[in-house]
């Protein structure tokens, strides 16, 4: 049976006028960022293209083909500039319409020509399929940086999208679809122009997703981590801490030497600054695999993994002297914090955590017995726990 393709832009405005005005509602709660302005501007200007091709011979051509087309390109690049938005990446708005503009221009100068159906569908197919490529590309970026499961997912359905586009350039191209009328009856015009309108549904819920998948892993971020130096506060360690299974680990648990002295003297704004600075100091030494966690106050564990009690006690040393290097550098201070850290590691035999922070501890308060601002390992012969 063919299908009506008049019938099928319709059912394409419509389907983005519903969109547009949820994702502009959305953008109204105030609860996200710019993005879903922009997308919903764009599938609004794809839905007005959609509807103004759909009234070709029942209004003046220049508004039905030109017109239509002209702002269905708007709105596949404005996509683009949604999903730039959403990932953090900044564009100059000027360049942004100014290519809209530009890009935009042949499809009423070059290809006006009412015969010419087939060399616009190409045009304009081309176009859409580059916008579906670049929106793709940057739904890789943002599910390789942020690890959105949902992000895969549209770069799945774009890259769908991106390749309807290209049939219909290649068909276009050879003169399979277009002619006088385009209304007059590709079936495989028509089937393309059905399958858009379930993508664009797919890729308006995935966008949604995405939003919901960056706010879940936001809170879960909040929820685990000190706000004030980043760290993993006592639930998100416990969190990670399964992962390490039975694998060596040694155990840093570092105090701030005459940290209540500085904030007596200087005030609590100066003890957040040094808490920031230590979390910093101990983040440039540290290995990327490496924990580092906030017990409380002033007192901190580094978890490194797969790292030899002697060489944990080497970090511990650098973490210490990069400390106290750095507090130098502090304007105006009269107390000059420094480092007390025990160090106790645990073997390949493994072993229960709980007893390698107890043995760390006991590290910690010798080094404090033997008067602070220095490193001591669990054992005389520091063996692995």
Known sequence: MLLDLRTIYFIVAVSCFVLGILQLAAYATGRFERWPLWWGLSNLLVGVGSFLVALRNLVPYSVSVDGGNIVTIAGY????????????????????????????????LIVSDPSAVSARLLYVSVICCLCDLAVASEAVGVARREKLYSAVLLVGLYVCTAMIFAVRSILAATGEIGGPDPFGGSVVHSWMAVSAVAFIMLRGMAMVLMAAERSRNQLTELAHHDPLTGALN?????????????????????????FKQLNDRHGHASGDDILRLFASVSRSIMGSNDLLARQGGDEFLVVLKDVSGQDAVAIAERIRLAFAAAVLHQPDLAVFPTLSIGVATRGKSGGDFEQLIKKADEALYRSKREGRNRVKAFGENQQAA
């Open 77 to 108: 690049m404005l996509m683009f500039f949604a999903v730039r938005v959403f990932a953090g990446r900044a564009l100059n708005q000027r360049y942004f319409w100014l290519a809209i503009f530009l890009v935009s221009v042949p499809v009423a």
């Open 234 to 258: 006592r639930g998100g360690l416990a969190q990670r801490l399964p992962a390490l299974g039975s694998q060596p680990v040694s155990l840093l648990i570092i105090d701030i030497d005459h």
